[in-house]
C-alpha cells in the first residue's frame, strides 16, 4: 500500500514495518522502522509541528515538538517524564539531571545500597551492607569495623580501637576503669559477631530494634550519658576518683527494646556539668620511666609554668625517701609562691593515712595556719622534731606546751619522737640506748621513778659528754639530752 492519507484518528494493531516518509499536519519526516512495534496500548500521540515519536524496544521516545504519550508504567506530559515503576539504567548513566524530587510519603526501608526518604530522620536514608543498618544522610557518621574482641558484641555497646587488620579498625569493649579503654570511637548500631564486620557510629542516632534492642528504659529521655566498665553507659556523674569522666551522649527514647540515644564526640574529661560530687578533670600516665609523671601545667605569656603533677613510679627525680613517687607543686622559681585565701579563712594541711581518696581525710588535720598568723600543729613532722622560728631567730609559745611522754620497764631505744622517758626497774635491770644517727638539737628528757635494778644509759655509738661509756642513773635522778651537729650527746 503507498500513497494514502489519513485524516483522523488511527489505531494500530500488532506489528508494522515501513519505510519513507510520514506527513502530520503537513510537515513530513522519515519512519523509522526499527521503532514500529506498537500493540493496543502502547502509545497515543497528538501532531504537533515537527513530531517524531517512536518506540525503542517497547520504551517510548521523544525526539522533537511537543507530544504527550503513555505507555505501560511511563508518561510524559508538560516536559514531565513519569515512571510508576522500576527504572533499570542496566549499569548506564543518569546525566545532566538538575535535580531529583524523592517521594516523601514512600514510607520504606531502604535495602543495602538503596536510596529513600526517612520521614522520621528528615532525610535521606541509605541501606548500608549487612542490611541491618540504615544510614540517615547528614545527621550520623559511621565507621565500618572488625571484632577482634574475642566474644560477640551487640547493638549499643561502646567500644574502643584496638588496632586494625583488613584495612578495619579493631574494636573490643570501652570500659571507664582501664585508661588504655576509655577513648571512645563509638557504639556499635548493630549486632557485630566475633570476628566479624560491623558498624560503629562514631556521631548521630543509634537505635534499637525488636531483633537487635537497645534498653534505655532505666533513664529520663534527655539524661547525660557516662561510659561505665564492659562497655555500658551510665547517667550518674562517677564519683570515684581512680575511674574516667567520659561524657559521650544523650538519652533521646526511654524504652526497654527500641531504646534511641545520640552518640556526640565523647568529652574525656568534663568539666561543666551538674553533679551532687566533685567535678574532676583525670590525666593518665602508665608509663613508668624515670622522667615519668602526670600532672596539670599553666604557662603564661612569658613562657613560665607552674605545674601541680605526680610522679609515676619509676621516676628517679620526684620520689621520697622511701622510693616513693612524691607530689609536686612546682615552678621554676620565676617569683614568690603566693598562696592566697579569701575571706580570712584559714589554711589547712590533712593527711590521708588510708590512702581512701575521699573526705575521710578531713578527720587527721596535721597542720592549721589561720588567717591570724597563728600556726597550730596537730601531730609531729615524720622527722621527730618541730621548729617555730620567729623573724629574729627567737621561739615563742603563747600557751602551754605539750611533749610526749612514755613509761619503759625494759630496755627501750629511744625515738626520734620521744621527749620524756621514765624509768621504772623495779622488776629488771633496764638500758635507756640514745638514738644512733641524732638530729642536731634534738633534746630528750630521762628520769628514774625506780633503781631496784641497775638503769644504764646507753649513747649507742656516740659520745655522751666526751665519752663513749654507758653511765648509771640511781632513783629519782634525771638527765636532759640534746644532739650537736656531729651526733654526740651532751648533759645539760
Request: aromatic share 8%.
Amino acid at each position: 500500500m503507498s500513497g494514502f492519507e489519513v485524516t483522523g484518528d488511527v489505531t494500530i494493531f500488532g506489528t508494522t514495518t515501513a519505510d519513507g516518509f510520514y506527513t502530520i499536519d503537513g510537515n513530513s519526516d522519515q519512519w523509522n522502522s526499527a521503532y514500529s512495534t506498537v500493540n493496543s496500548n502502547s502509545a497515543s500521540w497528538a501532531g504537533g509541528s515537527g513530531v517524531t515519536v517512536g518506540l525503542e524496544g517497547q520504551i517510548p521516545f521523544v525526539a522533537a515538538g511537543d507530544a504527550d504519550f503513555e505507555y505501560g508504567a511511563m508518561s510524559y506530559s508538560s516536559s514531565t517524564l513519569s515512571v510508576t515503576g522500576d527504572l533499570d539504567m542496566t549499569d548506564g548513566d543518569l546525566n545532566n539531571v538538575g535535580h531529583i524530587q524523592f517521594d516523601i510519603t514512600h514510607g520504606v526501608d531502604p535495602a543495602v545500597g538503596h536510596l529513600a526518604w526517612d520521614s522520621d530522620a528528615g532525610t535521606l536514608g541509605l541501606g548500608m551492607v549487612g542490611d541491618n543498618v540504615t544510614l540517615q544522610i547528614g545527621q550520623e557518621t559511621v565507621v565500618y569495623v572488625r571484632n577482634k574482641s574475642g566474644a560477640d558484641i551487640p547493638n549499643g555497646k561502646l567500644v574502643y580501637t584496638t588496632g586494625s587488620q583488613g584495612n578495619r579498625l579493631t574494636i573490643d569493649l570501652a570500659d571507664n576503669t582501664d585508661s588504655d579503654k576509655f577513648h571512645i570511637l563509638g557504639m556499635t548500631t548493630e549486632d557485630i559477631d566475633d570476628n566479624a564486620d560491623g558498624f560503629v557510629t562514631t556521631s548521630g542516632l543509634v537505635r534499637g530494634t525488636g531483633a537487635q534492642p537497645i534498653n534505655t528504659s532505666g533513664f529520663t529521655e534527655g539524661d547525660s550519658l557516662y561510659l561505665n566498665s564492659n562497655g555500658d553507659y551510665t547517667n550518674e556523674h562517677p564519683s570515684s576518683s581512680i575511674v574516667g569522666t567520659i561524657l559521650f551522649g544523650h538519652v533521646v527514647r526511654s524504652h526497654a527494646n527500641t531504646g534511641m540515644i545520640l552518640m556526640t564526640a565523647p568529652q574525656s574529661f568534663s568539666v561543666g556539668n551538674d553533679f551532687d560530687g566533685t567535678l574532676r578533670q583525670s590525666v593518665v600516665n602508665k608509663n613508668s620511666g624515670v622522667n615519668a609523671a602526670a600532672g596539670f601545667t599553666a604557662v603564661n605569656n612569658a613562657n613560665h609554668f607552674t605545674t601541680m603533677g605526680i610522679a609515676c613510679t619509676g621516676n628517679t627525680t620526684f620520689q621520697d625517701a622511701g622510693g616513693d613517687p612524691v607530689s609536686v607543686y612546682y615552678s621554676p622559681g620565676y617569683g614568690d609562691h603566693w598562696h592566697a585565701v579569701d575571706g580570712a579563712k584559714d589554711f589547712v594541711w590533712f593527711t590521708d593515712p588510708t590512702d581512701s581518696h575521699n573526705n575521710s581525710a578531713l578527720n587527721n588535720e596535721v597542720m592549721r595556719l589561720s588567717s591570724d598568723g597563728t600556726l597550730q600543729l596537730n601531730q609531729y613532722t615524720t622527722n621527730g622534731y618541730m621548729r617555730f622560728v620567729n623573724s629574729d631567730g627567737t621561739v615563742a609559745v603563747d600557751s602551754s606546751l605539750t611533749l610526749p611522754i612514755v613509761s619503759k620497764t625494759a630496755n627501750y631505744t629511744v625515738l626520734a619522737t620521744d621527749y620524756t622517758i621514765l624509768v621504772d626497774a623495779s622488776s629488771t635491770a633496764v638500758t635507756i640506748t640514745l638514738p644512733a644517727s641524732p638530729s642536731e638539737g634534738q633534746l630528750w628528757n630521762i628520769k628514774v621513778k625506780d633503781s631496784t635494778n641497775t638503769v644504764t644509759i646507753s649513747p649507742n655509738g656516740n659520745n655522751l659528754d666526751g665519752e663513749s661509756s654507758d653511765i648509771a642513773l640511781i632513783e629519782d635522778e634525771s638527765i636532759t639530752v640534746q644532739a650537736d651537729n656531729s651526733g654526740d650527746f651532751w648533759i645539760l
